[in-house]
Nanobody
């Protein structure tokens, strides 16, 4: 399973770092993505990173503010979120699957990926 952590309440302009840890299996060459879903909205791919290269994709709304990275242990993926805005408020999920095209992974946000986490809530509010 995948386990997300690091969510919480933060003021606009603040930062959070989310973690996605694989438990009971090894990520290996799977790509990993972060997705979010706000109330009443569809799930959106935020950032996805390749399992075999350093290539990453970001949705336009988070470019320059969010950074996705794999930990050196190769079984954890982080999402560093800076300059947070109220519109970033959502439940954030991570998912893992074998994708060679990380943009496609984020854009498709396919329900049937190998692994999905249960989500962590991020609230950006003053």
């Amino acid at each position: 399973q995948l386990v997300e952590s690091g969510g919480g309440l933060v003021q606009p302009g603040g930062s959070l770092r989310l973690s996605c840890a694989a438990s009971g299996f090894t990520l290996g060459y799977r790509a990993v993505g972060w997705f979010r879903q706000a109330p009443g909205q569809e799930r959106e791919g935020v950032a996805c990173i390749s399992g075999s290269t350093d290539s990453a994709y970001y949705v336009d709304s988070v470019k320059g503010r969010f950074t996705i990275a794999r930990h050196s242990d190769e079984n954890t993926v982080f999402l560093q979120m800076d300059s947070l805005k109220p519109e970033d408020t959502a439940v954030y999920y991570c998912a893992a699957d074998y994708y060679t095209n990380v943009q496609a992974m984020c854009v498709e946000a396919y329900d049937g990926m190998d692994y999905w986490g249960n989500g962590t809530l991020v609230t950006v509010s003053s």
